[in-house]
């Protein structure tokens, strides 16, 4: 109970701080009986652009996005939310539906009333954020303007992640931690190169531990289908950036495959596979990451102004 309180009365304060002094402000909105909270930056532009809605991960929440988000173009408006089940969006009953669809139909009421309803978003979605945003996509078509996912969930892995493997030979769920030594096995699959701070290990599992029934009802309903997002993948229309690291343990690189294959309709389709990084694409490689949606969702091709990006950012090394 003390290290729940080092958290909510600590921790989380001075992560608001942080998000703040990045141009994000905190928002709550009721619809669809959910206190859904979220934050949101201004666009200098949003006029004239469309926002970009940020969709997060299973079990995380919507400061994991900030880093990246903070880096998007200051014209457009940003939007992420906590999704139902995740950070202070309320309730989190254990015995909703969690499925998908589900999160998929209560995100679109959300942006109905968030968001201009007449406007098209530039949504970007991460592992299960990306299975929902992908699912969305091709549901509400006419309000996508295009879509970016990241290391995917939903897939077909033609070769299985360590994760995966992990998982069918044991009773333990690698992404169900509750103690502090699972939460530091848990980054190691996470990231590339884990940079964690093993004193917040215990918080983490404090904090995971009041959240599990929720949790694990919520990976239940995800999983129900392993390959529930292939269902929809000939449905979405809109302009398409996939990425995902190389370096991946949780959910395999080779599920790019099965997308490219699968999405057979966008209006254009750009493939970005990325070096040195694991499934924390977002956080690994913020700045790829960000280069990558600015320039998608300005309209032109992400692969040759990362590949410009790394070049820069090798020169540079060398010269230090």
């Given at each position: 109970m003390v290290l729940l309180h080092a958290f909510d009365y600590l921790i989380a304060p001075t992560i608001e701080f942080a998000h703040f002094c990045r141009g994000f402000r905190y928002k709550r909105t009721t619809v669809a009986a959910f206190d859904w909270h979220y934050i949101q930056r201004e666009g200098s532009a949003s006029q004239t652009t469309e926002p970009v809605v940020f969709v997060h991960g299973f079990s995380s929440w919507k400061g994991s996005w900030v880093?990246?988000?903070?880096?998007?173009?200051?014209?457009?408006?940003?939007?992420?939310?906590?999704?139902?089940?995740?950070?202070?969006?309320?309730?989190?009953?254990?015995?909703?539906?969690?499925?998908?669809?589900?999160?998929?139909?209560?995100?679109?009421?959300?942006?109905?009333?968030?968001?201009?309803?007449?406007?098209?978003?530039?949504?970007?979605?991460?592992?299960?954020?990306?299975l929902i945003a992908g699912v969305y996509a091709a549901m509400y078509p006419d309000r996508v303007r295009s879509l970016t996912l990241i290391c995917a969930a939903g897939l077909t892995m033609p070769q299985k992640s360590n994760a995966y493997k992990l998982m069918e030979n044991s009773v333990s769920n690698p992404?169900?931690?509750?103690?502090?030594?699972?939460?530091?096995?848990?980054t190691s699959y996470m990231s590339h190169r884990p940079k964690f701070p093993r004193f917040l290990a215990p918080i983490l599992a404090a904090f995971r531990e009041r959240n599990f029934k929720t949790d694990e009802m919520i990976f239940n309903d995800m999983t129900a289908k392993p390959t529930l997002l292939e269902d929809y993948l000939p449905h979405i229309r809109a302009r398409t950036l996939?990425?995902?690291?190389?370096?991946?343990?949780?959910?395999?690189?080779?599920?790019?495959?099965?997308?490219?294959e699968k999405i057979t309709n966008p209006e254009a389709k750009y493939i970005l596979p990325i070096d040195e990084c694991g499934h924390m694409l977002h956080f690994e490689q913020s700045e790829v990451c960000a280069n990558a949606i600015n320039a998608f969702i300005h309209g032109e091709d992400p692969t040759s102004v990362v590949e410009a990006f790394r070049s820069a950012s090798s020169k540079a090394d060398i010269q230090r």
């Open positions: 880093k990246t988000a903070s880096l998007v173009d200051e014209k457009y408006q940003v939007v992420i939310p906590d999704m139902p089940g995740h950070g202070r969006t309320e309730p989190k009953d254990h015995l909703a539906g969690y499925g998908a669809n589900e999160q998929a139909q209560r995100l679109h009421v959300f942006m109905e009333n968030a968001i201009e309803p007449e406007q098209k978003v530039h949504l970007v979605g991460v592992s299960m954020g990306g992404l169900l931690p509750r103690t502090a030594d699972e939460i530091i096995e848990l996939l990425m995902w690291g190389k370096n991946d343990r949780i959910l395999d690189p080779s599920s790019l495959s099965v997308l490219d």
